[in-house]
């Protein structure tokens, strides 16, 4: 801490003293030495996806087109302050997005940075990753903001330096800021609960998809019934044309890249939702991590559930597992409160496991894995947040015309969500209460009378 009180007072000297803004930009060039032009860390969001067409507009996404169009959100990484105007009310509204690319991505030594290595014409994030004291992870050396654009300013004021911002239409900003060299990010975090009081400040938790496997194998999937009602999936990019039901994505939304990127994870999840009924809108919010695996950002995922919420899609499902954030779970209660039903896996590791989050913050539908027996998923996390069960252990699939059999509460979630979505069709807390209810006295009570934490109410079955 004491080097962040001689930061903030390095700060307030140099403001006293009106250095000028050459003065400001020598310092902040002096402190934030990285060898990298101050233009742009991430991907330009264009407008190009991998499923269909589509103009990129947000709005555009939720049309009558089935062919799954999107493209990237408007995210201002890194942006050029020159002009003292950094966000134009154009540049921020969801639904007057500007389609060119700007001077803001322009320099040859943007392609890297410490904590996640943003490529400007790559089609996914690359991470790297620390563990916190639960072994929670976080991408190194940056922090995520929600709260006005004057609380960026006063980050910016005391040396951090601004990544990225982007406006939720369910109130403020989320902005992604680097932190001032040798200060940890729990310092930062403090030094910040200090300078904007009004703000969440957390660090920029990291979240894996709570699969566990996944094998070719005969399996008798059903066709799609007649689909009605639509689920939200924020997980990894899907492959439309593999897809049990050709008009059965509505939307796909890249949040980690120029374009959606079509995975198994993303791909399984969406059809275990079609298989059950429902259209899907998806957003993509998965990059990899140095070690090549998949991981999501809370600052991504924030973005994909404030467009959910905007856009009012009643029923959304996370089927992701990572530590608690409190501005994650802020998100959620937005949603919560605003009559959304957020669904989510309850995670895979193991029955001695600490809880694991999304599916552990409050008003969110924790779901476990169960086989055809009613037998709980061995890798299955156990505890008081867990709310139902599905079938989540070798659930047949059908992609490409290729049966598949997968396993994890990563699937055992869309179950459940795929049946509250065609009951659920516009946000309604009412209506939520009401559908959360009836699958409490549905359930196939499997375990303890009344509610455990193997199960939860018991097992939702059709």
Same mark, same amino acid.
């Given at each position: 801490m004491a080097r962040l009180a001689s930061l903030i007072g390095c700060a307030l000297v140099i403001s006293a003293l009106c250095l000028g803004s050459l003065g400001l930009a020598l310092s902040s060039d002096a402190a934030w030495a990285s060898g990298r032009d101050d233009a742009d860390d991430g991907p330009d969001f264009d407008d190009h996806d991998n499923s269909g067409s589509g103009s990129g507009d947000w709005d555009d996404d939720f049309d009558d087109d089935s062919s799954g169009p999107g493209g990237g959100a408007d995210w201002a990484d890194e942006p050029d302050d020159s002009d003292g105007d950094?966000?134009?009310?154009?540049?921020?509204?969801?639904?007057?997005?500007?389609?060119?690319?700007?001077?803001?991505?322009?320099?040859?030594?943007? $392609?890297?940075?410490?904590?996640?290595?943003e490529r400007a014409n790559s089609e996914h994030v690359l991470y790297s990753v620390e563990y916190d004291d639960q072994w929670g992870e976080y991408v190194p050396d940056e922090v995520v903001l929600v709260g006005a654009a004057s609380d960026v300013d006063r980050a910016r004021g005391i040396g951090f330096r601004e990544l990225s911002r982007h406006r939720l239409e369910s109130g403020g900003i989320v902005?992604?800021?680097?932190?001032? @060299? @040798?200060?940890?990010?729990?310092?930062?975090? =403090?030094?910040?609960?200090?300078?904007?009081?009004?703000?969440?400040?957390?660090?920029? $938790?990291?979240?894996?998809?709570?699969?566990?496997?996944?094998?070719?194998?005969?399996? =008798?999937?059903?066709?799609? $019934?007649?689909?009605?009602?639509?689920?939200?999936?924020?997980?990894?990019?899907?492959?439309?044309?593999?897809?049990?039901?050709?008009?059965?994505?509505?939307s796909q939304r890249?949040?980690?890249?120029?374009?959606?990127?079509? @995975?198994? +994870?993303?791909?399984?999840?969406?059809?275990?939702?079609?298989?059950?009924? $429902? +259209?899907? +809108?998806?957003?993509d919010v998965f990059?990899?991590?140095?070690?090549?695996?998949?991981?999501?950002?809370?600052? @991504?995922?924030?973005?994909?559930?404030?467009?959910?919420? =905007?856009?009012?899609?009643?029923v959304v499902n996370i089927s992701v597992q990572g530590p608690n954030n409190a501005i994650l779970g802020e998100m959620v209660r937005r949603a919560v409160d605003g009559g959304h039903i957020i669904v989510a896996a309850a995670g895979n590791g193991g029955p001695a496991a600490r809880p694991t989050f999304p599916g552990a913050f409050d008003g969110v539908l924790a779901i476990t894995a169960i086989d055809t027996q009613g037998r709980p998923y061995i890798r299955a996390n156990r505890g008081a947040y867990i709310d139902f069960a599905a079938l989540g252990v070798d659930v047949p699939v059908y992609l490409r015309d290729e049966a598949m059999r997968v396993t994890g509460t990563s699937f055992a979630a869309p179950i459940i969500a795929a049946h509250a979505a065609q009951d659920l069709q516009v946000p309604s807390r009412a209506q939520a209460a009401a559908i959360i209810a009836a699958l409490q006295r549905g359930a196939d009570d499997l375990g303890d009378p009344g509610h455990d934490h193997v199960f939860g109410w018991g097992a939702v079955r059709d």
């Open positions: 950094q966000y134009d009310d154009e540049d921020e509204d969801l639904h007057a997005r500007r389609g060119d690319d700007d001077d803001r991505h322009d320099g040859d030594d943007r $392609s890297r940075e410490v904590g996640s290595v902005a992604r800021l680097r932190i001032p @060299r @040798r200060v940890s990010v729990t310092e930062a975090a =403090a030094a910040l609960a200090q300078a904007a009081p009004n703000a969440l400040v957390t660090p920029n $938790s990291v979240y894996r998809s709570a699969a566990s496997e996944a094998s070719p194998a005969p399996a =008798a999937a059903r066709p799609p $019934s007649r689909l009605q009602g639509a689920l939200g999936i924020i997980d990894t990019g899907v492959d439309v044309s593999a897809l049990p039901a050709s008009n059965a994505v509505l890249a949040f980690a890249g120029a374009r959606a990127i079509a @995975r198994p +994870h993303g791909s399984a999840v969406a059809a275990i939702a079609i298989q059950n009924g $429902s +259209h899907v +809108h998806v957003a990059g990899e991590s140095e070690d090549g695996a998949l991981a999501a950002s809370t600052e @991504r995922i924030v973005a994909a559930l404030d467009w959910m919420i =905007a856009n009012r899609v009643a």
